[in-house]
């Protein structure tokens, strides 16, 4: 084992609650394991029961509403609790819209987008703070690392912020956590199970799989459709009409979601990263996604096909069928968060040679 490290890392929430807490709560509880001291800090702790071996500090909840002036007040309060407690060895790892980190983890894509839509689509002061929240996270002085979590975000942040060349890592892909896997069996020629599953189902492309599955029926007909992570009711209505069989699940539990496919289906609108991916790979099921996913990365032929959202549903369909016919191919995909843990170490060990 390394060194031990003291690393304070800050996130709003913190606890396996969405896709970034999730990141963070996995990959400090592996820091702890490595014997390493860490320290949170949040507005909430939303832990069942707060890990062993780590110290926990809440600064209260702040209003949701406005996004960018939540981000702004809990920045503030960051900077007023690191004042009162100071620390010169501590490292600070944010995952947030603060000011005082050394290193920043970005877990979506970049606010700067927006320089994209027309000017009038610009001018308003919500805009601009969020460009300059982003802006002061980035390239703050204090700003030793930026760590993407993609290949596809690490590309867009340098399109938008080239300045930050020279303290942008390698990506640092997030973890899996073991899943059930899918026992090996024959898939009939004309069934096949394909799976959904997605709380934000209108970002994660539900629409566009419903229209995939409609023309996938008429390649295998007695295909199942199981959709879940959220409540069923809100999308029932799109089912109106449709000739293949489905059930929405709800709120599942997703390690033993995945055993239950054959094949996940994830056109993602605008997907970070998407963990469902990788998770369902460990599983051993089979993807087909878009390109838009940060996770496309980690796709070979042998774990499925990455398509383009412009390509028509029918594409999507023969993709989702040429998976369904490849059932004799062993999918194996290890990502352990203690693997995460141990690639960020060397930066670590970097920026406490640098502060120290």
């Given at each position: 084992m390394t060194d031990a490290l003291h690393v304070l890392h800050i996130c709003r929430r913190f606890g396996p609650v969405g896709g970034m807490e999730r990141y963070v709560w996995e990959l400090t509880q592996a820091l702890v394991m490595l014997g390493h001291r860490v320290e949170i800090l949040c507005e909430v702790n939303l832990c069942e029961s707060s890990?062993?071996?780590?110290?926990?500090?809440?600064l209260g909840e702040v209003h949701p509403k406005p996004r960018w002036l939540a981000h702004l007040r809990f920045s503030r309060r960051v900077h007023a609790w690191l004042i009162t407690n100071p620390n010169a060895k501590r490292i600070i790892h944010s995952h947030e819209r603060t000011e005082d980190h050394h290193i920043t983890t970005f877990h979506g894509p970049p606010y700067a987008a927006v320089w994209q839509l027309?000017?009038?689509?610009?001018?308003?002061?919500?805009?601009?703070?969020?460009?300059?929240?982003?802006k002061r996270e980035l390239c703050g002085l204090q700003v030793r690392q930026v760590i993407p979590n993609s290949s596809h975000i690490r590309q867009?942040?340098?399109?938008?912020?080239?300045?930050?060349?020279?303290?942008?890592?390698?990506?640092i892909a997030p973890g899996v956590?073991?899943?059930q896997a899918r026992p090996e069996r024959k898939i009939d020629e004309q069934a096949g199970v394909v799976g959904f599953i997605g709380k934000e189902w209108k970002r994660k492309g539900l629409e566009h799989a419903i229209v995939v599955?409609?023309?996938?029926?008429?390649?295998?007909?007695?295909?199942?459709?199981?959709?879940?992570?959220?409540?069923?009711?809100?999308?029932?209505?799109?089912?109106?009409?449709?000739?293949?069989?489905?059930?929405?699940?709800?709120?599942?539990?997703?390690?033993?979601?995945?055993?239950?496919?054959?094949?996940l289906l994830h056109?993602?609108?605008?997907?970070?990263?998407?963990?469902?991916?990788?998770?369902?790979?460990?599983?051993?099921?089979?993807?087909?996604?878009?390109?838009?996913?940060?996770?496309?990365?980690?796709?070979?032929?042998?774990?499925?096909?990455?398509?383009?959202?412009h390509d028509n549903a029918f594409v999507w369909a023969q993709a989702m069928d040429a998976q369904?016919?490849?059932?004799?191919?062993?999918?194996?995909?290890?990502?352990?968060?203690?693997d995460v843990a141990l690639e960020h170490t060397p930066i670590y060990q970097m920026i406490q040679q640098d502060i120290s």
């Open positions: 890990p062993e071996g780590m110290v926990i500090h809440e027309p000017f009038w689509k610009r001018i308003s002061l919500r805009v601009a703070m969020n460009l300059w929240l982003e867009q942040l340098l399109h938008y912020y080239p300045e930050v060349a020279g303290v942008m890592s390698n990506p956590s073991p899943c599955m409609k023309k996938l029926v008429d390649i295998r007909p007695n295909v199942t459709f199981l959709v879940a992570g959220f409540d069923g009711a809100e999308a029932q209505h799109l089912f109106q009409g449709v000739t293949f069989s489905y059930q929405l699940l709800g709120q599942v539990i997703s390690d033993t979601f995945y055993a239950q496919l054959d094949v056109p993602a609108l605008k997907e970070p990263y998407g963990m469902v991916i990788t998770e369902a790979l460990s599983a051993g099921v089979a993807v087909v996604v878009s390109d838009v996913c940060g996770a496309a990365d980690d796709i070979d032929a042998d774990f499925g096909k990455v398509l383009s959202l369904l016919k490849q059932d004799d191919v062993v999918i194996t995909y290890q990502r352990s968060w203690q």
